[in-house]
Each structure stands twice: as C-alpha cells, then as structure tokens.
C-alpha cells in the first residue's frame, strides 16, 4: 500500500505541475500533456475531491508504514495544493484585452467607463437549460447521399425576430460534432434571446478542403431562407467556433462571397456581422509559433488539403485566413489560452496584429490567463466568464445593428482567388 501511495501522490503532483507548466516541445508529450492538463484545469473541483479521498483512503489503510508512502503523502498533499490553486485562478479568471481600446459590449456612450486595459467579467451561474428550445438534426444540405444537419438553440418562448449565431465544432478537420461542442455558450445565448445553429460538416480525411467551408456557405444560404421559420433575423448573423472551428469562423468571416467557396451560390450574401474565434489557427504558411509551418504537418498536408506544401504552398495559402484580411472584415473577437498546448497562444496575437493592420472595424483581443485548448468545452468558472464576456460583446454588435448600422460590402477584389 506504501507504493500505491507513492504513485497516487506523484501523479497528483505531475498533473498539478502540467497544468501550469504543459509540455509544448515534441509530439510524444505534447497530447499526453494537453489532455492532462484540460482535464485538470477545467474539471479541477472534480479533481481536488478525488485526491483528497485517494490520499485519505490510502493513508488509512496503511499507506504510511515506509518511506514511500510518506514521500507519496508529501507528493499527493502538493498535488492538492496545485489544484486548489487552479481553482483559484480560475475562479478570479481576468479576461485580457490587449490594445483593443474597446469596451466588451462595444457601446460607444460606455467606452469612457472602460479605461483599463483587462475587465473581470462577473460569474456566470451554472449554464441554465430551462428556457431554451432545443430543435435536433434539422437538414440544411441534402445532395445525394450527403445530408448535413444542425441543430437549433432558441428561446422557448416565440417574439420578435432575435440575432443569429452559428457555431461551429472543432476536432483537427477530422473528427467532433454539433453536439459536443458550443453547448455552454448556446444555451447561454439562447437564454438572453438568441437563436443558435450547431453546424456540422464534411470532416477529413474523407473530405478534401474546401469542401468543409463550402459546406459552412450552403449553411449561411439555408439561414437566409429558413432563419425565419426559427425566430431569427435572416439577415443578422454572427459565427463563432473553436480549434478548427475557430480556423473555420475566421474563414467565413473574411471569405465572404469568394465565388470558390461558394459554387452554386454565387447570388448568396454569405457575410456574416461578426466573428469569435476560439483558439484557432489563422495561418498554414508562417512557422510563427511552430518549428515548421502548420502546413507542413502530417494533419493539415496528408489528411485537410491533400497536397504537397513544398510544391503547393499556395494552395495552403488559400485555406490561410490570413490571406483574406481586408479593410472591411466584420468585427472580431479572438480568444486564446495562454497555456494552449495544441495551438500556441502566439498564433492567436500575429493573427490580431495583422488584422488590426488591416480592418476598419474593431478586433479584440481576448487571452486567458492559465487557459488550456478547448478549455470552454466544460461548464467551468473560467466557461462562465468567458460565455458571459461573447454574450455580451455580440449583444453589442446586435445593438449597432438595431441602430442602423450596416455591414459593410465586399470589395471585388476580396471576390479573387489569392493570388
């Protein structure tokens, strides 16, 4: 029992020591040490409990009778320690707002009253269920054999025509699903009046891009025609997503109408009023964050885009959202993790940087403070400030709205393929 005691308290202590410091370097530790530490920062009060009770248990029935099971003891109570120590970040998660100058809610009478340069958002209750409407597998693309589904997050009680938003899933292009993803912020949303649309897709190796954001536009062409059926304004519509949804919210936001990613639909507006990316990647070509450029991995090269990236790198350049910044881009709020493993927060800020070159319209610029990837996947405290913060700067998009203010047109020139 004494060994037992040993293992249970290092392993408490190396789950604690990964949470704050992951692994980024090779391959080998990098998965092993994101899914550590996501399951150990966000589900950390599940963890803390366990430990605790692992510890006691152990003790009492006769861990301590030798050296290792007090070097176990000693381990595990650091463990705790850390734990407990995530929890208290999170619970005092500070969502920063880099050079941003814009209030969340983006009203322009209360940016005087937002002078700093990070908000503490207040907590959020545990994500409400009561209230929403939840309408599964609706078909918004039927071709043959290919029925693509969604499904719908709105209000339970039917008013006035309420803003769109559309999310999608994550899982590296070749795995995830509208349920599983999105579900803390889409019921949020729908509480405070929003009608919202879990998209799935065609997901790789089987899919060969652009095939998955040609799916995404025949989303945005069913909207126009059917937001109506579910309470929504046809012509508002914001998306959101993260990881590779992320990757895919930037990339409908700033391709819109580029006739290659929307054959058949050329007639289609397919803008979109406003952006969240969750901790996505924005450019296939630049190492950046990465020793070699996200291109060249066996991911994106063998599996998403199915060419060569030393002899096609400008293929990998058109599946790039950096390649479709423009001057009239719809507003952006990107949120990162600055202990993202997967996607390192870097890739998020030269994004930002480059966009706010570019764009006439508002880019904020969300880091979490000790945030994993994925880390809004669970219902935690850090979900709740950060569901909250999107809540409210889309609540403010929708207020610009109401007022009169349009998005802006696509240039022709957007209308190109990249050269």
Known sequence: MTYALLAFGLVSLLLAVNAHRPRRRHLTTLVPSFFAGWMTIELAPHLLVAEAAGLGLLVAYGGLEGWPGWTGLISGLAGVAGTAATIVAARRTIVTLRDSGVPLDLDPDDAPRYPRSHLVLPPLCLIPRRGVKVERNVVYREEGRLRLKLDVYRPAEDGRLRPGLMQIHGGGWVIGDKREQGLPLLNHMAVQGWV????????????????????????????????????????????????????????????????????????????????????????????????????????????????????????????????????????????????????????????????????????????????????????????????????????????????????????????????
């Open 196 to 419: 919202g649309f879990n998209v799935n897709y065609r997901l790789s190796p089987r899919a060969t891009w652009p095939e998955h954001l040609i799916d995404l536009k025949h989303f945005i062409a069913w909207y126009r025609e059917n937001a109506e059926s579910y309470g929504a304004d046809p012509d508002f519509l914001c998306v959101t997503g993260g990881s590779a949804g992320g990757h895919l919210t930037a990339m409908v936001a700033l391709s819109a109408n580029v006739p290659e990613f929307q054959p058949g639909l050329e007639n289609v507006d397919t803008g979109v009023r406003g952006a969240v990316p969750f901790y996505g990647v924005y450019d296939f070509v630049e190492p950046g964050p990465w020793p070699v450029p996200m291109g060249a991995t066996r991911l994106v090269e063998r599996y998403l885009v199915k060419r060569s990236f030393a002899e096609e790198r400008e293929a990998f350049a058109k599946a790039s959202p950096v390649s479709y910044l423009r001057p009239d881009a719809p507003p952006f709020f990107v949120i990162h993790g600055s202990h993202d493993s997967l996607i390192p927060v870097e890739e998020a800020r030269r994004f930002v940087k480059k966009l706010r070159d570019i764009s006439e319209s508002p880019v904020v610029y969300a880091e979490m403070k000790g945030g994993q990837h994925a880390f809004d996947v669970f219902p935690s405290y850090r979900t709740a400030r950060v569901v909250e913060g999107v809540e409210r700067y889309l609540t403010g998009l929708h207020r610009q709205y109401l007022e009169g203010v349009r998005r802006p047109s696509v240039p022709d020139e957007v209308s190109k393929s990249v050269g």
